[in-house]
């Protein structure tokens, strides 16, 4: 079984601070993990993803995820933030070889100008 | 190129109907993914295709849905009978054969009274 916890449902910072919404998986092999933001009224759109390789991954709009093994978790990382970083924020796994992805249940980013 | 193309963005159904939702891929996607959003139980998995082949159809929503790929470019979600529990966003992704990044659709919002 594999699963994905993003433990805060909601953050509020204020504009020009740093960043770092928490995501934490449980999978027995290697899992392909990845970042998708959902803006207000639209659907899902890809941040970024890690596969292999280098733990810190760079995706869109200026954000970045580490890949630790150590404690199963895949952080999303900006710096600054902008008022227009608003949205909620879905970690996702892919475990195994169907392509299948399983969403956390999401964090919603609030930044204050 | 187009993005993934849902159909209708909005429905309204009585309890008991039934409702056909549509979904056409970005052109020369092979798998293609329907998930439903609500803010408790957040991404579900409904069903997944591969080359138009049934490869997963989502456990416990197998009694009133029923995926269907008729062609590569053209897939339907048939919910019937529908509940009001079935109110949520109905989304609709692809992805390439062999690469991982999937491409959201905007979403059918479906409200059953």
């Known amino acids: 079984a594999q699963s994905v916890d993003q433990p805060d449902a909601h953050v509020t910072l204020y504009e020009g601070a740093s960043l770092e919404l928490r995501c934490s998986y449980s999978?027995?092999?290697?899992?392909?993990l990845f970042w998708y933001v959902q803006y207000p009224g639209q659907s899902l759109q890809f941040l970024l993803k890690?596969?292999?390789?280098?733990?810190v991954v760079k995706g869109t709009k200026g954000f970045e995820a580490e890949f630790r093994k150590s404690n199963s978790s895949f952080n999303l990382k900006k710096s600054p933030a902008h008022w227009s970083d608003s949205a909620k924020y879905f970690c996702a796994l892919e475990g195994g070889s169907n392509y299948k992805l399983t969403f956390g249940k999401g964090t919603l980013l609030t930044v204050t100008p | 190129d187009a993005g993934v193309t849902q159909t209708p963005r909005h429905e309204v159904a009585e309890k008991g109907q039934t409702i056909i939702l549509k979904c056409e891929p970005v052109?020369?996607?092979?798998?293609l993914f329907w998930y439903r959003q609500t803010k408790i139980q957040g991404l579900e998995l409904l069903s997944y295709f591969r080359s138009k082949s049934l490869m997963e159809d989502g456990g416990a929503f197998k009694d009133r849905f029923k995926a269907e790929m008729l062609n590569s470019s053209f897939s339907t979600l048939k919910i019937q009978p529908t509940e009001p529990k079935d109110s949520a966003v109905y989304l609709c992704?692809?992805?390439?054969?062999?690469?991982?990044?999937?491409?959201f659709g905007p979403g059918t919002r479906l409200l059953v009274l």
């Open positions: 992704a692809s992805s390439l054969i062999n690469q991982d990044t999937q491409y």
């Open positions: 890690y596969i292999t390789g280098d733990a």
């Open positions: 999978y027995s092999a290697a899992p392909y």
């Open positions: 052109s020369g996607h092979n798998d």
